[in-house]
């Protein structure tokens, strides 16, 4: 019962701080909404008990990725008025086709006669230790890759930076 | 909490953020709005790997259920490779154009 009554508040949280991401004109808001949205992420992984994920999400998203947005954005100094605003009917466009397509996905998802419950709350599989004994078991050369990716995206992002 | 209440949730972020792409003409809140779809994604998987981690293969096999979680793990890399990329794009967009508007891009040359 406890469990339900936290999962609901972290979706409420999650939902409402993504819409209010959208509805605000100031950029800053925006990003400030979408890490709030990190955070109750971040408490569902806990819920889950996937304590890993939870810890490196608020780590990368919060700490590093939203941390860039928010210098890029104060770097060219947007507020709400330099915000450009599409017109009143491609919005409204905009929300109805992405309103129906949530009721679609939706109506079929009740439909579906499937129901599993879900592990909250104990379980070893989201816990440092098997974590990493399956990455580096299994996983050893997307790992690899992954770090020549990073190397790339940095290089990539130096080149593309720089002036000419 | 059943399945299907984490696969409603993660479908309303996910459409929330395709409403954002759709609506919002600032390049930096689309590139936001991806986010919060890659993330929305996050969460399912890691929502599945709880649901199978109750499953009997999963008491078989050491690495069963965190298969999905380590899929999420490399989500997170590539989502952070993206946005230093797709960043350092805008912050070119901006220099040449002054603006940030999505629409100014509908002509890649000039």
């Known amino acids: 019962m406890n469990t339900q009554i936290i999962f609901i508040l972290l979706s409420l949280m999650a939902i409402g701080s993504a819409v209010m991401m959208l509805a605000s004109k100031n950029p800053v808001k925006s990003i400030l909404w979408l890490i709030v949205v990190f955070f109750a992420i971040s408490g569902h992984y806990i819920l889950l008990n996937a304590q890993f994920l939870a810890v490196v999400n608020i780590i990368v998203y919060a700490g590093a990725i939203m941390v860039l947005f928010l210098f890029v954005v104060m770097l060219m100094n947007l507020n709400a008025e330099t915000e450009p605003v599409k017109n ?18 939706l109506t079929f998802l009740m439909r579906t ?31 690899e890759i ?8 940095m290089v990539g992002a130096v080149i593309i930076g720089k002036r000419n | 909490m059943d399945i299907k209440a984490y696969i409603a949730l993660s ?51 050491l690495t069963y259920a965190s298969d999905a979680q380590i899929f999420v793990f490399f989500i997170m890399i590539v989502a952070a490779a993206e946005v230093s990329v797709g960043l350092a794009i805008i912050v070119m967009m901006y220099r040449n154009t002054h603006s940030i508007d999505v629409n100014f891009l509908n002509r890649l040359k000039n």
């Open chain 2, 11 to 61: 479908l309303t972020l996910f459409t929330t953020g395709i409403i954002g792409v759709l609506v919002r003409r600032n390049a930096i809140i689309v590139f936001m709005c991806v986010e919060l779809m890659l993330n929305a994604v996050n969460l399912l998987l890691v929502a599945f790997s709880k649901m199978h981690a109750v499953s009997p293969a999963a008491k078989a096999s």
């Open chain 1, 88 to 105: 009143y009917r491609l919005q409204f466009i905009g929300v109805i086709s992405g309103g129906s397509l949530l009721l679609i996905l």
């Open chain 1, 146 to 153: 992954s770090s020549v990716l990073f190397l790339s995206a």
């Open chain 1, 113 to 143: 006669p499937v129901a599993q419950p879900v592990q909250m709350k104990v379980g070893e599989s989201g816990l440092i230790g098997k974590l990493g004994m399956t990455l580096f078991q299994n996983y050893v050369l997307p790992f």
